[in-house]
């Protein structure tokens, strides 16, 4: 994907920043090894972007992390797009804006509980892959990369169809 591509993939931009800021490793982006591009916004850390591709388009997303509101005691928690347990503190609440023009809409976000560190293309190929016959037999590194894939491109055009649900109502 180009920077033009990516920057254009988002589905619902702040109205109010100028321009999507890439991430200055974006020269080194190892394509086929990740599912999805991920990054935060460094002025604005508590922003993060979530890009993948589907059917020869980009798709993207811009991400609030909320305030984590799990403590020490926590358990583990499952990243939604990885499906990786992890600790608590290595999973956060992200929420994504809808896609309008109306400010209530927008505050209505969908959430989404993340890596912390836009890191599941790493758990997805270093996690042990179970071995036996039983219901787990199939859980192999591509079938993980698929279901982290197709997640992400799910959970992005759950983001932009709600726009469309209110162009529709509205
Ligand atoms: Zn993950």
């Given amino acids: 994907m180009t920077r033009e591509e990516v920057r254009g993939a988002i589905v619902n931009p702040d109205p109010a920043a100028k321009r999507v800021r890439l991430p200055v490793w974006f020269d080194d982006v190892r394509w086929h090894q990740i599912d999805y591009l991920g990054w935060r916004d460094l002025r604005a850390p508590q922003l993060a972007y979530l890009v993948t591709e589907a ?3 980009a798709w993207g997303a811009l991400l609030r992390q909320a305030q984590n509101r799990a403590t020490p005691g926590s358990r583990a928690v499952m990243c939604d797009l990885c499906r ?4 608590f503190n290595e ?3 992200f929420t994504a804006r809808r896609p309008s ?3 209530r809409e927008r505050l209505n976000a969908r959430g989404l509980l993340l890596c912390t560190d836009l890191d599941c293309a790493v758990k997805v190929n270093t996690e042990p892959v179970r071995q036996g016959s039983g219901p787990e037999a199939g859980d192999r ?4 990369r698929e279901g982290l894939r197709s997640r992400t491109i799910a959970f992005i055009r759950s983001v ?3 726009e469309r649900t209110t162009r529709h109502r509205g």
């Fill in 55 to 57: 059917d020869g388009q």
């Fill in 84 to 87: 990786s347990s992890r600790r």
């Fill in 91 to 93: 999973v956060s609440l």
């Fill in 101 to 103: 023009r109306d400010k």
């Fill in 141 to 144: 590194v591509e079938e993980r």
């Fill in 160 to 162: 932009s169809d709600a």
